[in-house]
């Protein structure tokens, strides 16, 4: 029989606020905490949620710029969010809801889930 154990943090994508709070509210229903990336500017953090990270999808820095270290402001908003997981600075979660309103935030969103490998280490798509 073989195992298959993917230890990653899921990361489900919804489409605008309603769609937000719908996909929040299933992720709550299923049992685990959930945290919240969202398109900046944030919305306040939603009722259930036990975190949130924003990014700006247009690459405010530029390429080579010593904060992102050539790392995707969808990236690094998920590293904020697993950094503060994992030294205790919110409750933990099992799972991430991210807010994409534009279609801008959903090609950041699955690029770093592809194209960065420290993303791709932690997260992974639902």
């Known amino acids: ?25 299933a992720a709550l229903a299923a049992g685990p905490k959930a945290a919240v990336l969202a398109e900046a500017p944030p ?21 080579a710029c010593t904060c992102c270290g050539g790392r995707s402001p969808a990236a690094a908003a998920l590293d904020r969010l697993f950094q503060a997981r994992v030294r205790n600075q919110c409750p933990w979660f099992e799972r991430v809801v991210a807010l994409a309103e534009t279609a801008e935030a959903r090609a950041a969103i699955a690029a770093a889930l592809t194209q960065d ?9 639902a």
């Open 43 to 63: 919305p306040p953090l939603p009722m259930g949620a036990v975190a949130l990270a924003s990014f700006d999808p247009y690459l405010p820095h530029a390429a």
């Open 117 to 125: 490998a420290v993303t791709a280490a932690r997260f992974r798509a």
């Open 1 to 25: 029989m073989a195992w298959s154990l993917d230890a990653r943090i899921p990361l489900l994508v919804a489409d605008g606020e309603a769609a937000l709070a719908a996909a929040l509210a």
